[in-house]
């Protein structure tokens, strides 16, 4: 076992519903009125059978959410709950003994196999307070005699372990009125319908309630976890400040120049003696303009060089430069879909991709282009969609980090700021066709090693594309000559105009990810933020920037993951970079960087430098166009607390094993 191994072992072993008695039947005058009707109906009465049929596969688990002691299916891999048939616990309630065989028949069938069927509310009431009942859906008649499905509704509003957690859809086959459907709507059935049943309405119905209810727990349970997660950050953010105290001032000391003339802009304009004059309009005028040029952007890195700070994270910020600063010295088949809680948990942050096969992944790039109805609106062709994935896969190499899981987990983290995050309202159909491709062939063809060595080295790359940023132009070149062969074009049916600028939101987002243009871009992004203005979809450079920071935050998620994947991660790039240091050791050619030397540095030192220097600040920037981007943050302030801890460990280690040498020598 290596000294890492040992170190993160011993670390990571220090990290790391009362029922309700039935109710008065002291019922409104509606009971009375319901009794001669229910009398001429067929009062023969069945014993009850109740189907409790228990569901368990390897990769889930049932788990109470606390509301009402329901069930969802639970993920433990992801965290995902999703509401899968055969686990769901359904209530029927109806007195005519023909329905509820066929109601039975049709649910069973359909895949539902927790049924308690009853013949009566009273009957439905007491299985509801069985102290181990947990029930996800019930399903009444509206009018039975004594208690109807409008009694039991209500009943179950105020019973304290259900109340409006549990939803309840009422039908009739007597009263057709939409005065009595609007009725059972407004006392809280969740939809009503009319009999005779028919099955596929039935069950559409019946999956739609759930589905529905589910998303309204997420949604409940999200704005929980936001509330959480924001005295989280704070608390976080502190303890990280001391942990990090070091780069957080050399992280002050990185100013550009558009930020010093930004703030004595912003000086002179809060002076109320400028109100009424023309000069506080073109004052206002010039700090909207000069954002947009670059060169005003770039930091003043040279002169944070000459600063006092530690080795690793002064041999980081240097590779993370504009490139000028180094010297030179036949047909696959597609795999099927996989399972739909797959599909859905591609929506969460916390998604494993090294719990799939790579065909596995293709299936679900697949999908992230489905689900947003690229398909349709710009005609891709199936085939040429797929042909294409296995192309760009197969043009991933087999490196430490930079292969085709970090391409799927880069576009899956896309994915889920688009569609969960919020990010895709601020943006057209064409803008995430491009993203979602930018995200995919944002690495495609790296050979795992840096833009800094490749020039060095004079590498081919480095002479086709004159030393700037080599490795981010081979990607975009690479994709978009995949793109143009026939069987794999996906643009075929785009307009001149529609090419055109996807090929150029493609490029810019890709060249984004050239850690050499870091400081360039936060700077810009942190400008628009302190507009204090919404980001405009109807603004092209608005829409742009964002492109940009998705992508390039997607790229560095992994320092904001959850802590198991966050360290799978970080060990996988630092890996990459000590087999490059190893190389450069050999050769001996130029001196090893700091961080890329397996001899003087650790992954968790790296990591640590890394979010420190980079991650956070973007995060919070882009967290004040997302809010919902903060969960990743604290998760990240998380991370780093952790990492200190193995630093910790390590060079106490370290200490020791330099102590034991001294003895030995001695």
């Given at each position: 076992m290596s000294k890492d191994e040992k170190v993160m072992k011993s670390t990571s072993d220090r990290i790391v519903n009362s029922s309700a008695g039935s109710p008065s039947r002291n019922s409104s005058s509606r009971n009375s009125n319901r009794t001669s009707s229910n009398n001429n109906r067929n009062n023969t009465t069945s014993s009850t059978t109740t189907t409790t049929t228990t569901t368990t596969t390897t990769e889930a688990s049932d788990e109470d959410d606390g509301s009402g002691g329901r069930k969802w299916r639970s993920n433990?891999?992801?965290?995902?709950?999703?509401?899968?048939?055969?686990?769901?616990?359904?209530?029927?309630?109806?007195?005519?003994?023909?329905?509820?065989?066929?109601?039975?028949?049709?649910?069973h069938d359909a895949g539902y196999k927790n049924l308690t069927m009853c013949e009566s509310g009273q009957q439905a009431w007491e299985k509801l307070n069985e102290p181990d009942a947990k029930f996800d859906l019930v399903v009444t008649d509206l009018m039975m005699p004594e208690v109807g499905g409008d009694m039991l509704l209500e009943w179950i509003k105020n019973h304290p372990k259900y109340g409006s957690s549990l939803p309840v859809i009422l039908m009739s086959g007597e009263d057709k009125t939409e005065e009595t459907a609007a009725s059972a709507i407004s006392i809280g059935s969740q939809d009503f319908l009319y009999k005779p049943l028919i099955k596929p309405l039935f069950l559409r119905k019946i999956t739609t309630v759930l589905e529905n209810m589910l998303i309204k727990e997420r949604e409940a349970a999200y704005e929980t976890l936001m509330k959480e997660k924001e005295e989280e950050i704070k608390k976080l953010t502190s303890e990280v400040y001391l942990l990090s105290n070091e780069n957080i001032k050399v992280m002050k000391a990185i100013e550009s120049p558009i930020e010093g003339i930004a703030r004595t802009l912003s000086n002179i304009l809060s002076d109320e003696s400028l109100r009424d004059l023309p000069v506080k309009q073109e004052l206002e005028n010039i700090f909207l303009t000069i954002r947009t040029n670059?060169?005003?952007?770039?930091?003043?890195?040279?002169?944070?060089?000459?600063?006092?700070?530690?080795?690793?994270?002064?041999?980081l910020l240097l590779s993370c430069t504009e490139n000028t600063l180094a010297r030179r010295a036949s047909i696959p088949t597609f795999p099927v879909v996989v399972r739909q809680d797959s599909i859905a948990g591609l929506k969460n942050w916390d998604f494993n991709p090294f719990l799939y096969t790579d065909k596995d992944l293709l299936a679900l790039i697949k999908n992230m282009f489905e689900s947003f109805g690229l398909m349709e609106r710009f005609q891709i062709p199936v085939q040429n969609l797929e042909q294409f994935l296995l192309a760009v896969q197969k043009h991933y190499h087999n490196n430490q980090y930079h292969n085709f899981y970090h391409a799927f987990d880069v576009m899956q983290t896309v994915y889920c700021i688009l569609s969960t995050m919020g990010g895709a309202v601020y943006l057209t159909h064409l803008d995430i066709f491009a993203l979602l491709t930018?995200?995919?062939?944002?690495?495609?063809?790296?050979?795992?090693?840096?833009?800094?060595?490749?020039?060095?080295?004079?590498?081919?790359?480095?002479?086709?594309?004159?030393?700037?940023?080599?490795?981010?132009?081979?990607?975009?070149?690479?994709?978009?000559?995949?793109?143009?062969?026939?069987?794999?074009?996906?643009?075929?049916?785009?307009?001149p105009l529609e090419k055109k600028e996807l090929r150029t939101t493609i490029i810019t987002c890709i060249m984004a990810t050239d850690m050499a243009h870091h400081f360039t871009n936060t700077a810009k992004l942190e400008q628009r933020v302190k507009l204090g203005k919404t980001f405009d979809r109807e603004n092209k450079d608005d829409r742009l920037m964002l492109l940009e920071a998705i992508l390039k935050a997607a790229d560095i998620s992994n320092t904001g993951k959850p802590w198991p994947l966050a360290l799978e991660w970080a060990k996988r790039v630092a890996e990459e970079g000590f087999l490059q240091g190893d190389i450069e050791r050999k050769e001996n050619k130029w001196p090893v960087p700091e961080h890329l030397d397996r001899t003087k540095t650790t992954f968790a030192?790296?990591?640590?430098?890394?979010?420190?220097?980079?991650?956070?600040?973007l995060y919070k920037l882009i967290a004040e166009v997302l809010p919902d981007i903060k969960i990743a943050l604290a998760q990240m302030y998380e991370n780093r607390k952790n990492l200190a801890e193995i630093i910790k460990e390590q060079e106490k280690e370290t200490q020791q094993e330099k102590e034991t040498q001294a003895q030995n020598s001695a």
């Amino acid at each position: 076992m290596s000294k890492d191994e040992k170190v993160m072992k011993s670390t990571s072993d220090r990290i790391v519903n009362s029922s309700a008695g039935s109710p008065s039947r002291n019922s409104s005058s509606r009971n009375s009125n319901r009794t001669s009707s229910n009398n001429n109906r067929n009062n023969t009465t069945s014993s009850t059978t109740t189907t409790t049929t228990t569901t368990t596969t390897t990769e889930a688990s049932d788990e109470d959410d606390g509301s009402g002691g329901r069930k969802w299916r639970s993920n433990s891999a992801r965290g995902l709950k999703t509401f899968i048939m055969g686990d769901v616990s359904l209530l029927v309630v109806d007195d005519d003994p023909v329905q509820r065989m066929v109601l039975k028949r049709w649910l069973h069938d359909a895949g539902y196999k927790n049924l308690t069927m009853c013949e009566s509310g009273q009957q439905a009431w007491e299985k509801l307070n069985e102290p181990d009942a947990k029930f996800d859906l019930v399903v009444t008649d509206l009018m039975m005699p004594e208690v109807g499905g409008d009694m039991l509704l209500e009943w179950i509003k105020n019973h304290p372990k259900y109340g409006s957690s549990l939803p309840v859809i009422l039908m009739s086959g007597e009263d057709k009125t939409e005065e009595t459907a609007a009725s059972a709507i407004s006392i809280g059935s969740q939809d009503f319908l009319y009999k005779p049943l028919i099955k596929p309405l039935f069950l559409r119905k019946i999956t739609t309630v759930l589905e529905n209810m589910l998303i309204k727990e997420r949604e409940a349970a999200y704005e929980t976890l936001m509330k959480e997660k924001e005295e989280e950050i704070k608390k976080l953010t502190s303890e990280v400040y001391l942990l990090s105290n070091e780069n957080i001032k050399v992280m002050k000391a990185i100013e550009s120049p558009i930020e010093g003339i930004a703030r004595t802009l912003s000086n002179i304009l809060s002076d109320e003696s400028l109100r009424d004059l023309p000069v506080k309009q073109e004052l206002e005028n010039i700090f909207l303009t000069i954002r947009t040029n670059k060169d005003l952007y770039a930091p003043a890195i040279q002169e944070l060089l000459k600063q006092e700070m530690n080795p690793e994270a002064k041999s980081l910020l240097l590779s993370c430069t504009e490139n000028t600063l180094a010297r030179r010295a036949s047909i696959p088949t597609f795999p099927v879909v996989v399972r739909q809680d797959s599909i859905a948990g591609l929506k969460n942050w916390d998604f494993n991709p090294f719990l799939y096969t790579d065909k596995d992944l293709l299936a679900l790039i697949k999908n992230m282009f489905e689900s947003f109805g690229l398909m349709e609106r710009f005609q891709i062709p199936v085939q040429n969609l797929e042909q294409f994935l296995l192309a760009v896969q197969k043009h991933y190499h087999n490196n430490q980090y930079h292969n085709f899981y970090h391409a799927f987990d880069v576009m899956q983290t896309v994915y889920c700021i688009l569609s969960t995050m919020g990010g895709a309202v601020y943006l057209t159909h064409l803008d995430i066709f491009a993203l979602l491709t930018a995200a995919l062939c944002h690495d495609v063809g790296h050979p795992g090693l840096t833009n800094t060595f490749l020039i060095n080295s004079e590498n081919e790359l480095a002479m086709l594309y004159n030393d700037r940023s080599v490795l981010e132009c081979h990607h975009s070149s690479l994709a978009f000559r995949l793109l143009k062969k026939p069987e794999y074009d996906l643009l075929k049916h785009l307009s001149p105009l529609e090419k055109k600028e996807l090929r150029t939101t493609i490029i810019t987002c890709i060249m984004a990810t050239d850690m050499a243009h870091h400081f360039t871009n936060t700077a810009k992004l942190e400008q628009r933020v302190k507009l204090g203005k919404t980001f405009d979809r109807e603004n092209k450079d608005d829409r742009l920037m964002l492109l940009e920071a998705i992508l390039k935050a997607a790229d560095i998620s992994n320092t904001g993951k959850p802590w198991p994947l966050a360290l799978e991660w970080a060990k996988r790039v630092a890996e990459e970079g000590f087999l490059q240091g190893d190389i450069e050791r050999k050769e001996n050619k130029w001196p090893v960087p700091e961080h890329l030397d397996r001899t003087k540095t650790t992954f968790a030192k790296n990591t640590a430098n890394f979010i420190d220097l980079f991650a956070i600040h973007l995060y919070k920037l882009i967290a004040e166009v997302l809010p919902d981007i903060k969960i990743a943050l604290a998760q990240m302030y998380e991370n780093r607390k952790n990492l200190a801890e193995i630093i910790k460990e390590q060079e106490k280690e370290t200490q020791q094993e330099k102590e034991t040498q001294a003895q030995n020598s001695a």
